[in-house]
């Protein structure tokens, strides 16, 4: 989609579809919307008088102009009540509206900058998220269907429209952003949403080349071999009952001052978890084609990272495995020594995405990291806990987290943190091992993070169990059915304000 703002009067805007926002509880439509209106015959006073359009949240009402002004047709959107607009209610309506420019077949749409009196938000930060509404709103997955090569009727472009001068540098800055963000969540979906059979941890290093490639990125690979020299048990051991040899992805995005410590982001990435020995009732099982969000999210915040040109300096790591039974999978019982020699005795190997993320926070940790971030479809106690809005928040850094926080809001991907008390680790206790894998049915989110804890040394640490909201139901607003790519745009977020500005 291409993205562009002008200075310029609604009446004047020449486009397919011309999106125009309405509260609930403000009755009257603002000055710059009253020209437009004469135009029109009174067509928008009348919608209002008449309780046609009321302004409730993702409300839409269509009218087509017949000439009357340039844009074709303008497409009103409700917000709901303007005292509670949030960014994330613009990225609703945006979305809303994208799915409603595509029915008619229209290509190209414009919409003034929304929301900025009633939120005090510069324009480049409410830009950003018409941006990732609008990209995210038309996003649909056809690689598979027979009718892939039909004429599509996606948004090419989304024109943002200002009356203020001084606005348009900060709302182009606003569209990069956005852009960036929004392309690097869709890039995340497609790499879930493709099946397990196509998408291997092979096919994981072809997208990570080709995204280096084309990036500048620093791509390195550890093969088998390489891992067995490490001592990687927990990637090597949940890879042992499958025909696809696990990798261990390395990016370094390095435009930061020299020898600044750098961000590590570390992502669980299991193309398919079967659970292994301990295997998952079959029910909805096809979903496990997307246990690699935290590595697709991962990819997705280098990608967005490169692209924006951030000054910082940046890693993701990607432990890249399935999860399968076989004559040689890890057994119940069995004991991994990791990267960081601690051993570990699997009582549950379905327990699996802690594993691998332990050999993949030890390497990050030999870094001499700034922080680490690590990110996983990890519990279905996390599902229990927080439902499907919250991604639970767990660390050992006050200030990191607040950080998270902060990105989350702004984002629309909230964080919800959950204590990490020691006495947790308990649970954890083995009689054969320095731990065991799973530490029972209480606070399973808390124990799985207590049990990544023991691989993170002593820098600042971030886990993002992302297992309630990596997967959705049904369609909403920019959220589309299936693999949601959730934590994508908070990784990014958390970068951009990381660095401090938006990059060069």
Not at 28 to 36: G, R, V
Request: aromatic share 4%.
């Amino acid at each position: 989609m291409n993205c562009q703002v002008k200075q310029r009067a609604l009446i004047t805007e020449a486009t397919d579809v011309l999106v125009l926002e309405g509260y609930e509880d403000v009755r009257t439509w603002p000055k710059a919307y009253q020209e437009l209106d004469n135009a029109l015959g009174g067509q928008l006073r009348e919608l209002r008088t008449n309780g046609e359009f009321s302004g409730k949240n993702q409300q839409t009402v269509l009218i087509h102009t017949r000439g009357a002004v340039p844009a074709r047709r303008i497409l009103l959107v409700g917000l709901g009540k303007e005292t509670e607009i949030t960014l994330d209610r613009i990225r609703q309506a945006m979305g809303t509206a994208s799915k409603k420019v595509r029915q008619t077949g229209a290509q190209r749409c414009s919409a003034p900058v929304i929301g900025s009196t009633a939120l005090k938000s510069l324009p480049s930060v409410i830009a950003q998220a018409m941006v990732e509404g609008t990209m995210l709103g038309g996003y649909r997955f056809n690689h598979y269907r027979s009718d892939n090569g039909e004429p599509s009727n996606d948004i090419r472009s989304l024109t943002l429209l200002t009356m203020n001068a001084t606005q348009v540098k900060a709302i182009k800055a606003g569209l990069r952003l956005g852009e960036a963000s929004a392309a690097a969540t869709s890039f995340a979906r497609d790499l879930c949403n493709h099946p397990a059979n196509v998408m291997t941890p092979s096919r994981v290093v072809q997208e990570a080349k080709r995204m280096a490639k084309d990036l500048k990125v620093k791509l390195t690979v550890l093969e088998q071999e390489d891992q067995e020299r490490l001592g990687m048990g927990g990637l090597l051991g949940v890879s042992r009952g499958s025909q696809e040899s696990p990798k261990f992805i390395i990016l370094e995005y390095l435009r930061g001052k020299k020898k600044e410590a750098p961000i590590v982001l570390v992502g669980k990435t299991v193309t398919f978890d079967s659970g292994g020995i301990s295997l998952k009732p079959s029910e909805n099982m096809e979903q496990m084609k997307a246990d690699m969000t935290g590595g697709a999210d991962v990819l997705g915040a280098v990608r967005a990272a490169a692209q924006l040109r951030l000054p910082l300096n940046l890693v993701g790591i990607l432990p890249v495995t399935e999860n399968m039974p076989g004559g040689r999978a890890t057994k119940p019982g069995d004991i991994l020594r990791m990267l960081n020699g601690k051993t570990v005795e699997v009582l549950n190997t379905d327990a699996e995405g802690r594993l691998i993320l332990a050999d993949g926070l030890a390497y990050a940790a030999r870094l001499n990291p700034a922080c680490v971030v690590d990110i996983a479809t990890l519990t279905g106690a996390c599902i229990i806990a927080l439902g499907q809005f919250a991604i639970g928040m767990l660390g050992n850094d006050d200030k990191l987290k607040a950080e998270f926080t902060q990105a989350g809001r702004q984002a629309g991907e909230r964080v919800w943190e959950m204590p990490l008390w020691d006495e947790y680790f308990e649970q954890l206790n083995s009689d054969v091992a320095d731990m065991r894998n799973i530490g029972g049915r209480g606070g399973g989110m808390i124990t799985a993070a207590m049990f990544l804890s023991k691989f993170v040394g002593t820098c600042p640490w971030v886990h993002l169990d992302i297992a309630s909201t990596d997967w959705s139901a049904s369609e909403r607003p920019y959220l589309s059915k299936g693999p949601t790519a959730i934590g994508t745009r908070l990784l990014v977020q958390f970068l951009i304000n990381r660095s401090g500005k938006p990059g060069k």
